[in-house]
């Protein structure tokens, strides 16, 4: 049984970003209207190699980014990130006021206690995972 559920996934894995895990995702719940929404969580480099994340997506919206917020001449500034590198071992944090996911165009309007389908791209591979929304 254990050998065939490797095998059912193993295509999944091989496709993967090696080593990359999403802790605690979340996509925060729009305000009614709101077509930019913004996902949160702990991306990790679990793998033994350094891991740049190239591109971000999702399911059901038109377009994602990478954006970090700063505080530039006592000024709130949004600026997208091409990539994220981490080395392996390290972790680096989505956090509302901080970097974090950009969600556009979404297809269908989300509520809070739907899931969306976080995806993450290093060098053509892609990991994807299930986050709730919250309020």
Same mark, same amino acid.
């Given at each position: 049984?254990?050998?065939?559920?490797?095998?059912?996934?193993?295509?999944?894995?091989?496709?993967?970003?090696?080593?990359?895990?999403?802790?605690?995702?979340?996509?925060?719940?729009?305000?009614?209207?709101?077509?930019?929404?913004?996902?949160? =969580?702990?991306?990790?480099?679990?793998?033994?190699?350094?891991?740049?994340?190239? =591109?971000?997506?999702?399911?059901?919206?038109?377009?994602?980014?990478?954006?970090?917020?700063?505080?530039?001449?006592?000024?709130?500034?949004?600026?997208?990130?091409?990539?994220?590198?981490?080395?392996?071992?390290?972790?680096?944090?989505?956090?509302? =006021?901080?970097?974090?996911?950009?969600?556009?165009?979404?297809?269908?309007?989300?509520?809070?206690?739907?899931?969306?389908?976080?995806? +993450?791209?290093?060098?053509?591979?892609?990991?994807? +995972?299930?986050?709730?929304?919250?309020?």
């Amino acid at each position: 049984m254990r050998a065939l559920l490797w095998l059912l996934l193993a295509p999944v894995a091989a496709g993967a970003c090696p080593g990359l895990e999403l802790h605690d995702g979340w996509v925060r719940a729009p305000l009614p209207g709101a077509d930019v929404l913004a996902a949160y =969580g702990e991306l990790r480099n679990a793998g033994a190699s350094v891991l740049r994340i190239d =591109g971000f997506g999702a399911d059901g919206f038109g377009m994602a980014m990478l954006h970090e917020t700063r505080l530039e001449n006592g000024m709130s500034r949004m600026r997208a990130r091409d990539a994220l590198v981490l080395a392996p071992g390290k972790s680096a944090t989505l956090a509302p =006021g901080g970097m974090h996911l950009m969600l556009m165009q979404p297809a269908a309007a989300l509520k809070a206690g739907d899931r969306a389908q976080l995806r +993450f791209a290093c060098s053509g591979r892609e990991s994807r +995972f299930a986050v709730p929304v919250r309020p």
